[in-house]
């Protein structure tokens, strides 16, 4: 069983410049994805493989003993490029690279590292035992319910709930259907997935992990200054 682990990061990041490097907890960011994606590989003897345009990244990965002589070409480093072909570009070169297809294809996002080994291997196990199952993400209950409190504009202007429960109205949060908010902390693939042409992992085939603990994407300052408070102060260990 091959197992390609992919670690996704351009440079250029408008909301916070060089995020992916910046030091958090007295590491760059991406020290957490490589530390997890080594301690993943070395039990399932895993293909580890960095997708970047930006010479930093590249450098840094390189001092955490992470090469690679690929570099993302500049169309699936813009803003509007997609997940799904930049995954997809990575794992031709690495499949084409090693003469081997890999079976499983494990993204993780080095923006969102708060996971743990037992998260992976947890939710690998889950997608294994499903073999109709393409794609396996991770979650967190959602904070806002789109059944109870979540509303959007109508067509004549006014505003009403996102979703209609089938049995007619919910009169609270905890009569709500069960929801959950992607985390973007890691997504497995079957290889079969990448023969679809799908642009998305959410798919009719999907499977979730719910986490067990806190996990979000770092998107602003204030995010990164509240997981560096939780480092600093032992709330959490990366």
């Given amino acids: 069983m091959n197992i390609l682990i992919t670690i996704c990061g351009r440079g250029g990041s408008k909301g916070i410049p060089g995020k992916n490097v910046k030091l958090i907890g007295g590491k760059p960011l991406i020290t957490y994805t490589i530390d997890i994606a080594n301690k993943f590989a070395a039990i399932h003897k895993a293909k580890i493989a960095l997708s970047t345009d930006d010479a930093q990244i590249k450098l840094t990965a390189e001092k955490l003993g992470l090469f690679t002589e690929y570099t993302r070409p500049d169309i699936l480093a813009s803003d509007v490029a997609g997940k799904i072909d930049t995954i997809a570009d990575i794992l031709k070169y690495e499949e084409q690279c090693n003469s081997l297809i890999y079976d499983f294809i494990l993204d993780l996002d080095i923006t969102s590292p708060m996971r743990t080994l037992s998260n992976l291997e947890q939710s690998f196990e889950i997608l294994r035992q499903n073999e109709q199952a393409q794609t396996l993400f991770s979650v967190n ?98």
């Fill in 141 to 238: 209950p959602a904070a806002r319910n789109p059944y109870f409190n979540m509303v959007e504009e109508g067509s004549n202007g006014f505003y009403t709930l996102v979703k209609k429960a089938a049995n007619g109205s919910v009169m609270s949060r905890q009569a709500a259907p069960k929801v959950y908010e992607l985390n973007a902390s890691f997504y497995w693939y079957r290889r079969s997935f990448f023969y679809t042409g799908a642009k998305s992992p959410i798919t009719d085939r999907s499977l979730i992990y719910e986490m067990d603990h806190l996990c979000f994407d770092l998107d602003h300052m204030n995010d990164f200054e509240y997981l560096e408070f939780l480092l600093l102060n032992n709330k959490v260990v990366l």
